[in-house]
């Protein structure tokens, strides 16, 4: 299946890019999706502890299960002054 993320702040520094889609061979939850980014951005992995999850612009936990053209923010911090 294939997921949208949509790429923010730090992340989209580490990666490269504001989005991309990412296919999953089976089906999953983010924290699955989360493992396979943190596969190919091993940078992101330090961030995990401080990210909320939007799944089709709603915050929820980790352990949401995902489908077909959902799309996903992993939400870091952000300050400013």
Known sequence: M???VIY???LKK???KSQETIHMEKSGNAEDL???LAQEYPEMEKYKTYMRLSVNQQYLPFTTELKPNDEV???????GG
Do not use: E
């Open 34 to 36: 989360f493992g396979i």
């Open 14 to 16: 580490i990666t490269g």
């Open 73 to 79: 923010v992993f939400i870091t911090p952000v300050s």
């Open 2 to 4: 294939n997921i949208s």
């Open 8 to 10: 923010f702040s730090v």
